[in-house]
């Protein structure tokens, strides 16, 4: 058994999940909730990358976690974790940002709908390595290990698909990532027999539908009321391959010019969202601003 801290909730999560996925639907809205709670950290951008690889399993922190080592969506931004962050995650009920006006999430629920795609998920940030469980199948909750350059060293199979992203893939020479990564094993046909969360069974080819979703019908609009994100970008990692396949980018042409203006607008919206919680209408904030916005949108094969 691994060293490390139990998330070791009060509540039974996949009851709680279960419940979650019904209010917030799946394809393309996974994304913008990843992408909601990238800005909410006030990450400037989001990379997403489909990885259709399977890994071997000689070297994990728990056996069991084999079930885990295949296909995967992987979701990176340019923030760190913070406590808050972490707490939010061990009380789905009752995340910290429910007093916090300027974060979009409702109440950090939203961040659950990737439940929609897997039953488990990892990722690193600054230098700790955590994994939840929501079943409790190999863990209470979930497990947090600190120093994860140390960890990959005696457990090199649980961190290789992390070293498997070409660009974006993480050092683990002793150096805190500066940012965090998320991995998503999309569920098998096993897990859907297994899980009390969710029966759907989510495929590569599914991921990409759930992209190109994205990409046509919602990434200017998703773009333009973000408040902090300013490029997104979509990869592909196909079987056996290394190098990255650049599928889809979204980004603000003129990201320098109208950064200020997006967080006086942040700004005032806080305000006025703290004042009416505060039933202070007397102490209203009022906003008059313009700004032109260029978006560009790249396609894989376009011209």
Known sequence: ??????????????????????????????LREILQNSDDSQSTEQIFILDHNTYHGEGLLEPGLIRFQGPALFSINNTKFS??????????????KQNQYDKIGDMGIGFNSIYHLCDSCSFITDNKFTILDPHRWYYKGGKQYNDFAKKSQKFPAQFYPFQNLGKFKIPFDGTPFDGTIFRYP???????????????????????EMFEEFFENDSVDCLLFLRNIERIEFYELKEGKSELELIYKIWLEDADKIREKRQMIVKAVTQMMKNIKENKPNQATTLDTLYNASIVRYKKGML
């Open 83 to 96: 406590e808050n962050d972490f707490e939010s995650l061990k009380n789905l009920a009752d995340s910290e």
């Open 186 to 208: 999309l569920r098998t046909e096993q897990d859907s027999k297994d899980s009390k969360i969710s029966k759907k069974i989510y495929k590569p080819s599914h991921t990409l």
């Open 1 to 30: 058994m691994s060293e490390g801290i139990d998330f070791d909730p009060e509540e039974k999560y996949t009851n709680r999940l279960k419940n979650i996925l019904h209010d917030y639907p799946e394809s393309s809205q996974v």
